[in-house]
């Protein structure tokens, strides 16, 4: 548009090139300062099972001007947030689990793209917080599979009880121990079961 304007001695165009290019630089200037003085308080995060999310709440507080637009995210998208003056807001910043244990908050950026969305200005904060993370709670025992005893009954299939024993097969998660079969287990034949 500058050279267009040039070249046909355009004032009008002139204008609105200046124009675009100051709106332009003025919403740089925005943009990078509706984070500056911003303050972060980072609180601990409720316990969750290993593999869950942690939730850290996050208070962002402005004594100054209100800001907008206010984003906070560990690689990810989050929902921004809007901090009035003088008054605090508070967000929530999520971390997936991977193990059990001790979980130390990441690195996490805050970001605006307030007022055009032209730019986009972010700072990084890091924080020596930490969430726990508990073991994740056993599976319940999967079920056998099998029809109800009055059916294999008429069948004429096996039928568990505790009478007579039949035989021996792979244990399985949820066995109870008394029916081991250790005297197998000391012969090196592996943890099997018995059946009755």
């Known amino acids: 548009m500058l050279l267009a304007s040039l070249n046909y001695n355009n004032n009008l165009g002139l204008l609105l090139t200046f124009l675009l ?22 609180q601990p995060a409720s316990p969750a099972f290993a593999g869950e999310r942690l939730e850290f709440p996050v208070l962002l507080h402005h004594g100054g001007q ?11 998208i989050a929902t921004p947030v809007d901090v009035p003056a003088g008054r605090g807001v508070m967000t929530r910043i999520s971390q997936r689990t991977h193990r059990r244990g001790r979980q130390p908050l990441k690195r996490f950026s805050l970001s605006t793209t307030f ?4 730019f986009r200005a972010w700072v990084w904060i890091e924080h020596d917080i930490a969430g726990l993370a508990w073991p994740r709670p056993a599976e319940s025992p999967a079920a056998t599979g099998r029809a ?16 007579d024993f039949a035989g021996l097969r792979a244990w399985r998660e949820g066995d109870p121990i008394r029916r081991v079969d250790w005297h197998a ?9 018995k059946q009755f």
Not at 66 to 76: E, K, T, V, Y
Not at 115 to 118: A, E, F, T
Not at 151 to 162: L, T
């Open 66 to 76: 209100h800001r907008f637009s206010i984003s906070g995210a560990i690689g990810g």
């Open 115 to 118: 007022p055009l969305g032209l």
């Open 185 to 193: 287990m000391a012969r090196g034949r592996g943890l099997l079961t």
């Open 148 to 163: 109800p005893a009055a059916a294999d009954a008429a069948a004429g299939a096996y039928v568990e009880g505790d009478d």
């Open 21 to 42: 290019a100051g709106i332009g630089i003025a919403a740089l200037y925005r943009c990078q300062h509706n984070l500056a003085g911003l303050v972060v308080h980072v």
